[in-house]
C-alpha cells in the first residue's frame, strides 16, 4: 500500500504542474511567478536560428508563458566544448546583455546542443521540441521542462537552474517545497539501481539518521561521474532504498533488489558561483576542450573530491591538449564551493535521448502514461475514432481511414494516406505518405526540407530502429560491419545501386550518419516515394535503380536544412486539424 500511495502522490503533484503550467500558457505571468530568463544552448548558428523560429512561432500561437525573456546562444565556433562550454558562454551572453539586472535574475539554462545522432527523428528541430503526446496544443519537451519544474521560480534565490533537454524528472515531496535557497551548489537526486549509477552522475551522501521522508537535505562527499559499480561500493554510494526496509531499518528480506545509489539530474548555483565561472572564463579568454557540466562542475566538490578525475578522458569524444589544464583550474576554482544535494526519494527519472526509449516511453510505459496523462491520439485527425490505437501515438498528425497503423509504433506531424500500412515499432516523423505502401516492423522514416544552392528539395531518411547511426569505420573495407536494417551496408549498397567511392561519405567518420545513401528530388512525394522504393528492394532483395539523383548523408541534410518549409508543413496540418475540429463544434 506504502508504494502505491507514494505513487498516487507523483502522479497527482505531477497532474497539478502540468495544469498550473496550462493555466499560464499564453498569458502575462506575473512578477516572481515564473522565470525571468529562459536560455537554451545550441551547437551552432544554424540550430540557433532553428530554436529561435519555434520558440517565436510557440509565442505567436500563445503556447508559451508570456512576459519572459527567451534566449537562444549557440557555442562560439571552433572545437567541441561540451555542456560545460555551452554554460561558461551562456554565462557570457547573459552578463553582456543584462550586466546590471543579472544578480536578481532566475535563469533556467536548458542544454540543447548536439546532433540527436541516437533521436534523429529530433536532428533537425532540436530534443527540446521534440513533441509529446500531451497538451492541447501539442507539448513539445520544452512545455514539459517548463510545467514540471513550475515551482521552483517562488522558491528558488536568484540564480542559475542547469538542466539537458531530454530527460523528465517526476517527484512527490509530501507538501515540502523544493527550496534552491543555499549558497553555492544545489543538485537534485534520484534513487537508481546500481546498472543505471553506471550511465548517470552519482552522489557519495553523508549518513543520514533522520527519519525517511520523500525530501531530504543531504550533505555530499563526492560525486562520481559514471563510475563502476566496483567504484560506487568502494566510495560508499551504495545504500539500502529507505523505502524498502522493515521498522528496524534492515532490508526486507521480500525485496532483495534494494540496494541503491543516487543518480543526477539538474543542479542550481548561486549568482556568487556562476560568477565565479564566468570570471574563469573571461581570464581564460574563451575554450578549446570539452567540459561536461557535470562531470567537470560537480566532481570538483565535497570534501572527499580528488583531482583524479581531471586525468579521466573515458567519455570525452576529443581529447585536446587543454582538456587536463582547464580541469584542473576548474577543481581549484570551485573546491570550497558549498555542496548540497536535496534527495527526492519518491522521484522518478526518464531519458528520452535514443530511438528505444522514445517508443516505449510514448507507447508502451504505462507509468509514465499515468503520471503524465499520456494519450494515443493528440491533437490529429484519425476519422475512424473506433480505429484500433492500441499502444500507437499519434501526434499532431492526419490519417486516413483507410490506413493501418500497429502497437508500439509513433506517428508525429506526418500524413498518411489510404493503403498505408505502418508495422510495430516504427517512427514516421514529418513526412507524407500518399501511395500505397508497407512499411516493416522497426523502420524510422523522416523527411526534410532542404535548400540547395538556392533550389528547395526534399530527402527522406530511412533505416532500422536499432542501427547504430555513430558507428564508424576505419576503411572502405569494413563497411560490412556497418548494419542497415540488421543487414550490412554493403549489401544495401549493390541492391540500391551505390557505388563503392571515397565519395560515399560525407566526412572521415566513416558511418551511416556519413553515408550518402538518400536522394534528393525537387517535391517531397518524390522523396518519399524513392526511399519507399529503395525499402522495398531491401524487403524483396532486389535492386532498384533511381536514376542520377543527388544522394546526401544526414550529416549534410541537416547543413541544408530549410527549417521554415519544415515548420511551414507542420503549420499546414496545424491550420487543417483547427478547422476540423471547428467544424465538428
Not at 510545467?147 to 515540502?176: H, R, W
Not at 540547395?452 to 573495407?477: C, H, N, P, Q, W
Not at 557505388?499 to 551511416?512: A, H, I, P, R
Request: proline share 4%; with cysteine; charged share 20%.
Amino acid at each position: 500500500m506504502g508504494e502505491e500511495a507514494a505513487a498516487g502522490r507523483l502522479q497527482r503533484e505531477t497532474q497539478r504542474r502540468l495544469a498550473q503550467y496550462s493555466s499560464m500558457r499564453g498569458r502575462e505571468v506575473r512578477p516572481g511567478e515564473f522565470w525571468d530568463v529562459i536560455v537554451i544552448t545550441a551547437a551552432d548558428k544554424q540550430q540557433e536560428r532553428a530554436y529561435q523560429q519555434q520558440i517565436a512561432d510557440k509565442l505567436a500561437r500563445k503556447e508559451l508563458p508570456l512576459g519572459v525573456r527567451y534566449h537562444v546562444f549557440s557555442d562560439p565556433p571552433g572545437p567541441k566544448i561540451g555542456n560545460g562550454g555551452s554554460t561558461f558562454y551562456a554565462l557570457h551572453c547573459l552578463n553582456q546583455l543584462y550586466p546590471h539586472e543579472l544578480d536578481s535574475f532566475r535563469v533556467m539554462l536548458i542544454h540543447a546542443g548536439g546532433y540527436s545522432q541516437r533521436l534523429p527523428s529530433a536532428s533537425a528541430l532540436g530534443k527540446i521540441f521534440t513533441a509529446l503526446p500531451c497538451g492541447d496544443p501539442v507539448y513539445q519537451m520544452i512545455d514539459l521542462k517548463l510545467a514540471i519544474y513550475i515551482d521552483f521560480p517562488a522558491n528558488m534565490k536568484p540564480g542559475v537552474l542547469v538542466t539537458c533537454a531530454d530527460d523528465i524528472e517526476l517527484y512527490s515531496s509530501q507538501g515540502t517545497a523544493v527550496k534552491f535557497d543555499k549558497p553555492g551548489i544545489i543538485a537534485l537526486a534520484h534513487p537508481s539501481t546500481l546498472a543505471i549509477g553506471t550511465t548517470h552522475g552519482v552522489f557519495v551522501l553523508e549518513k543520514c539518521d533522520s527519519e525517511f521522508s520523500e525530501l531530504q537535505i543531504r550533505s555530499c562527499r563526492s560525486y562520481l561521474h559514471k563510475p563502476s559499480i566496483e567504484k560506487m561500493r568502494q566510495t560508499g554510494a551504495v545504500t539500502v532504498d529507505p523505502s524498502k526496509t522493515n521498522l528496524s531499518g534492515s532490508p526486507n528480506n521480500n525485496n532483495p533488489r534494494s540496494e541503491i545509489v543516487y543518480t543526477d539530474s539538474l543542479f542550481y548555483m548561486d549568482h556568487q558561483t556562476s560568477k565565479l565561472l564566468l570570471y574563469f572564463f573571461q581570464e581564460l579568454g574563451g575554450l578549446k576542450c570539452e567540459i561536461d557540466a557535470y562531470g567537470d562542475f560537480l566532481q570538483a566538490l565535497g570534501p572527499d573530491a580528488t583531482l583524479d578525475y581531471t586525468k579521466d578522458t573515458a567519455n570525452v569524444s576529443k581529447v585536446e591538449t587543454q582538456l587536463t589544464d582547464v580541469r584542473r583550474k576548474i577543481y581549484f576554482l570551485l573546491r570550497e564551493t558549498e555542496f548540497t544535494v536535496i534527495v527526492l526519494n519518491n522521484s522518478k527519472f526518464y531519458h528520452i535521448g535514443t530511438l528505444q526509449e522514445y517508443l516505449h516511453h510514448f507507447t508502451s510505459d504505462a507509468k509514465l502514461q499515468a503520471e503524465l496523462g499520456l494519450q494515443a491520439n493528440v491533437f490529429s485527425i484519425i476519422p475512424d475514432q473506433d480505429k484500433n490505437l492500441n499502444k500507437v501515438c499519434v501526434i499532431q498528425s492526419i490519417l486516413d481511414a483507410r490506413c493501418h497503423v500497429s502497437p508500439r509504433t509513433v506517428i508525429e506531424y506526418s500524413r498518411l494516406g489510404p493503403g498505408v500500412s505502418i508495422g510495430e515499432c516504427c517512427i514516421i516523423s514529418g513526412s507524407c505518405i500518399n501511395i500505397s505502401s508497407a512499411i516493416p516492423n522497426k523502420s524510422f522514416v523522416s523527411s526534410l526540407s532542404l535548400l540547395i544552392d538556392g533550389r528547395l528539395m526534399y530527402a527522406t531518411i530511412l533505416f532500422g530502429i536499432e542501427d547504430d547511426l555513430k558507428k564508424s569505420v576505419a576503411s572502405l573495407s569494413d563497411l560490412n560491419s556497418l548494419q542497415i536494417f540488421s543487414k550490412s551496408l554493403l549489401q544495401h549498397l549493390q541492391l540500391w545501386g551505390i557505388q563503392v567511392s571515397e565519395n560515399l561519405f560525407s566526412s572521415d567518420q566513416k558511418s551511416l550518419w556519413s553515408a550518402r545513401l538518400f536522394p534528393a528530388y525537387r517535391t517531397l512525394q518524390e522523396s518519399v516515394e524513392a526511399s519507399l522504393e529503395m525499402l522495398k528492394a531491401t524487403c524483396r532483395q532486389s535492386q532498384v535503380h533511381l536514376g542520377d539523383a543527388e544522394r546526401l548523408s544526414i550529416e549534410e541534410m541537416l547543413k541544408y536544412k530549410n527549417v521554415e518549409e519544415m515548420l511551414n508543413f507542420r503549420n499546414h496540418l496545424y491550420k487543417e486539424i483547427c478547422a476540423d475540429r471547428q467544424g465538428k463544434v
